[in-house]
């Protein structure tokens, strides 16, 4: 049996339980989407409902998103990306750990479907997903195999953390992560003048619409007002201006430090393919050589920038 | 009006009197980066799917600057605000896809409204030629028919060009559009049948549309008060991205800015997504949760411009918002489900 | 061409506090350029975009009545940011006002009936225009009896003191002010809206009621109206919502397919009975 359907079952099989024993009311995990390479987040209440799950290589959003105050008993379908997140949310107070159980599926990677168009230009009616290592991509008189490896996200390719470890059930066989993330192309940049630095981020983000996607999309960007949209006082203009547009970027990136676990739903959210995690992953390195932090690998480690420790290394603090 | 066609070998001479007096606007670029922009005559691409945004910020910018004063009381005018103008410039947009003109001939009823008339809007629109390109082999995202329009929709346009052979027909739909055609030197040609043929062949790549006519004349409470919105909003992410493709939304928040000397007011796209666009000085707010601004989204799309605009939909199937959803909230389903709520009650 | 966002600009002429808290001010301006005077031609219950340069626009119904020749009154209540910006002006500073917006109050097609004017707090401005206006000598005789029901918290919150009380004194309108709680030398009445309402409300045949208020104060009137048989159609009020445009162009105000800065703000019961309570 293909993995994906190995997977789909158990998804299935575990959310019937979980809502049958009253251990969630509600289980949040994806079915297919209205077109091809997409899925969507969808929310089973009933044992009918949870016959729509399914598992899939366009798995791409970020279920942790829907957790911050949310009452009641919740499960959610976890790659291991997300569980961090989620893990993270319950060190963080926006969900309790009682309340929560990751169905954790040892993830391959995600495709990324920029590239996927990038190999196969013509309009795409139908993927097939029934192989391990590629998917099948169709139109009007076409069929191409494209090698999963080929167009995996960023972030994928670099996941160290690809079997949700914590979760509270694993749904498929533990997968290895890749070699560990080296930042080789974020050092470059930090080995840059600050006036090249500038010069990337402000060519990365400029065809920026300011429409927050990546905000919302994003499982951290929980805050009840984000600071983009206070009024009194109004911090941020809202205009294109890219003065007021970096300014988002920077403090968003500042804001996620510690806390990002690349799970890369900024960038699918993004309409205009911005490489948004760019910013984290700057501060991503900065966190780890610092504190030597990764988020979300424990219940009850805090970021180290929420909290304040007397044997902190920087002096201006103590 | 009768039709026109231009010969293969006559397409840079016919673009080149398109840009005579005024700037060319035509689709570059590839996938994502597939935008509006000045073309020299000979670069005129015909093989593109459509623009990745809508052709809406030609005349409705993301951000545009109305008016601006100076704080400087030793001169004349000190703190009133005087209009940067209307900033139109004669275009010629060639290549925009019939849904996208239809979505601006939506807009331009609501820019030139029953009481007002946007200054701004108006500058731009009626110094534009549009000259559509008919689709004659549609995208999978596409579904204009099943919203109304059609491949070869001619509204909104003032010229409808379609692909003839290697050659382009071309039929003039206003006097502005006969006029352009006229100048190009295009011959006359009887094509109306040609027209009829390849639009029924476009048609039918899309399958057969569903039928949503319940929603028109359905009760707008009962489809306002439907329980499915809270289902159909639980996913979404409130992000907009639906609102800022949409070829048809039209919202904007002003903004004034400052400077040391004075400062401009400006307006910006918004969208009915954000908790911000509803909420009164009060902290009351008529639209608290996602559910409530899912739901206007939608009904203004398929009830409330209807109601206002003669039965005509607010979407017009351009397919972007189902393309670009990071959580796939397809415009086709929620109009199924209001479609079922119209039959229930019934 | 007409640019519709362009403010006039207006000079503070005089700006005087209403109320005992001092968040209510009105504030009384003179067009810098006569002629404009002229383009703002309007009825009572319009509105208008009080428009101070950088600082941005708000919606505030017009409290002066055309009648009133050589200035318009606006008057403000301290809410959000141009709201307290203006708060600080003083007389004499420039700013701009757009308009006018929105649809008056159907007088015209009120001639003849009688006319209950209903307000609550500080959303009796663009009834004290409604009044003043019907109070004309030469419009006063195209309509009924005239009643006016007026409350608020406490006396020091009323707005338009003078006014009032000048009313009260003649016999072409009844006045009824009222305050939530009784209060030492209080020589009006004591008791909310609703229920002074009740008591002193004409008889709804040949009837129109102009309603204004805070929702509380609208939910509870409501009911009242109807049980002493006024129609929906007879009973009309303004709605207010967030606004930008006040063109139905920038697609933030609607309740519905009607957007309340082109369509309303002045809707009657029946027409808000078929829409959204999106206010």
């Avoid at chain 2, 000259?131 to 929709?153: E, K």
């Avoid at chain 2, 027909?169 to 009887?190: D, F, H, I, R, Y």
């Avoid at chain 3, 003179?30 to 428009?51: H, I, M, R, T, V």
Wanted: contains cysteine; aromatic residues 8%; hydrophobic residues 35%.
């Amino acid at each position: 049996m293909p993995a994906l359907t190995d997977i789909t079952n158990k998804i299935r099989e575990s959310a019937k339980k979980l809502l049958a024993s009253g251990q969630a009311e509600v289980v949040i995990g994806y079915r297919q989407g209205t077109i091809p390479m997409t899925t969507s987040p969808f929310f089973a209440r009933t044992a009918d409902e949870c016959d729509l799950l399914v598992w899939s290589n366009f798995a791409r959003i970020n279920l942790a998103n829907y957790l911050p105050g949310r009452a009641g008993k919740v499960a959610m379908v976890a790659k291991g990306c997300d569980a961090r997140s989620a893990i993270g949310q319950v060190t963080e107070n926006q969900i309790l750990k009682d309340n929560l159980y990751i169905i954790g599926v040892p993830c391959t990677g995600m495709i990324d479907t920029n590239l996927v168009v990038a190999k196969e230009a013509r309009p795409i009616r139908e993927v097939v997903e029934t192989a391990d290592d590629s998917i099948t991509v169709k139109g009007q008189g076409f069929s191409t195999d494209i090698k999963k490896d080929e167009v995996l996200r960023r972030n994928c390719k670099t996941c160290v953390n690809r079997t949700p470890k914590l979760a509270n059930e694993l749904v498929g066989q533990e997968v290895n992560g890749a070699a560990a993330d080296d930042f080789a192309d974020i050092k470059a940049l930090l080995a840059k003048t600050p006036a090249e630095r500038m010069g990337y981020f402000k060519d990365l983000i400029k065809d920026c619409l300011r429409c927050y996607a990546c905000r919302n999309a994003c499982p951290l960007c929980y805050c009840p007002v984000c600071f983009v949209d206070e009024t009194r006082p109004q911090w941020l203009g809202k205009s294109t201006d890219p003065m007021d547009t970096m300014t988002f970027h920077l403090l968003r990136g500042l804001h996620c430090a510690g806390r990002c676990t690349s799970c890369g739903a900024c960038e699918t959210a993004c309409p205009v393919n911005i490489k948004v995690r760019e910013f984290n992953r700057v501060m991503e390195l900065t966190v780890q050589n610092n504190w030597n932090y990764e988020p979300g690998l424990s219940w009850d480690q805090k970021p180290p920038l929420t909290m304040f420790q007397t044997d902190d290394a920087a002096d201006f603090i103590k | 009006m009768s039709e026109y066609i231009v010969k293969e070998n006559a397409l840079v001479d016919f673009f080149k009197s398109l840009a005579s007096g005024r700037r060319l606007l035509t689709p570059q670029g590839l996938g994502d980066k597939c935008k509006l922009e000045e073309t020299p005559p000979d670069k005129v691409n015909l093989d593109f799917s459509n623009t990745h945004m809508s052709p809406k910020s030609l005349l409705f910018p993301q951000t545009e600057a109305l008016m601006a004063f100076h704080n400087d009381a030793s001169k004349p005018q000190a703190f009133v605000y005087q209009s940067l103008g209307d900033k139109g410039e004669p275009l010629a947009v060639f290549g925009i896809r019939p849904c996208d003109a239809k979505g601006l001939s939506i807009a331009n009823k609501v820019f030139q409204n029953d009481r007002f008339t946007d200054n701004y809007w108006k500058g731009k629109i009626d110094q534009a030629v549009l000259v559509g390109l008919a689709c004659d082999n549609p995208s999978p995202q596409c579904f204009c028919a099943a919203m109304g329009g059609s491949p070869f929709g001619e509204a909104g346009l003032d010229v409808l060009a379609f692909r003839q052979g290697k050659d382009l027909g071309l039929k003039p739909l206003t006097p502005k559009g006969e006029e352009l055609v006229k100048a190009s030197g295009a011959q006359t040609a009887n094509l109306a049948d040609a027209i009829k043929g390849l639009e029924a062949e476009a048609v039918k790549s899309q399958g057969v549309p569903p039928d949503y006519k319940g929603i028109d004349n359905a009760d707008l409470m009962a489809l306002f008060n439907d329980p499915h919105w809270l289902a159909t909003a639980e996913n979404c992410l409130n992000c907009g991205v639906c609102t800022f493709f949409c070829p048809t939304c039209h919202c904007f928040d002003i903004q004034d800015e400052t400077s040391e000397k004075g400062g401009v007011r400006m307006r910006n796209w918004d969208t009915c997504m954000s908790w911000l666009f509803t909420v009164h000085g009060t902290g009351h707010n008529p639209r608290p949760s996602k559910t409530e601004r899912v739901r206007q989204r939608f009904m203004h799309k398929l009830k409330y411009i209807p109601l206002k605009q003669d039965g005509v939909r607010g979407c017009t199937g351009c397919g972007r918002c189902v393309a670009m959803c990071p959580v796939n909230i397809d415009i086709r389903s929620v109009a199924l489900k209001m479609t079922q709520t119209a039959a229930s009650q019934a | 061409m007409n640019n519709p966002y362009l403010p006039y600009p207006v000079r503070i002429a005089e700006i005087r506090v209403e109320t005992e808290d001092k968040n209510l001010r009105t504030f009384k301006f003179e067009f810098l350029n006569p002629e404009d005077e002229e383009k703002f031609a309007y009825l009572p219950g319009q509105f208008a975009e009080l428009s101070v340069p950088g600082q941005g626009e708000i919606p505030i119904g017009i409290a002066s009545s055309p009648s009133e020749k050589g200035f318009v009154l606006f008057t403000v209540n301290r809410v959000g940011q141009v709201s307290s910006y203006m708060h600080n002006m003083k007389a004499g500073d420039v700013m701009g006002i757009r308009g006018p917006l929105g649809h008056p109050y159907p007088l015209d097609k009120l001639k003849g009936r009688n006319i209950v004017i209903i307000a609550g707090g500080f959303a009796v401005t663009t009834l004290r225009s409604t009044i003043t206006y019907l109070l004309q000598p030469k419009v006063r005789p195209d309509f009924g009896k005239i009643t006016f029901i007026y409350g608020a918290r406490s006396p020091g919150l009323l707005l338009y003191k003078d006014e009032w009380m000048a009313w009260e004194k003649r016999d072409d309108i009844d006045v009824f002010v009222t305050i939530d709680r009784e209060v030492p030398n209080w020589g009006y009445k004591v008791g909310f809206v609703p229920a002074v309402t009740k008591e002193v409300c004409p008889p709804p045949e040949n009837t129109s009621a102009l309603i204004c208020g805070p929702p509380v104060m609208i939910k509870f009137t409501q009911p009242v109206l109807e049980e002493a048989g006024y129609q929906h159609e007879n009973i009309i009020m303004s709605l207010e919502n967030r606004m930008k445009c006040g063109l139905g162009i920038c697609g933030r105000c609607n309740v519905g397919p009607e957007y309340v800065c082109k369509d309303g703000p002045v809707f009657t019961l029946a027409q808000l009975n078929r829409l959204p309570k999106e206010y």
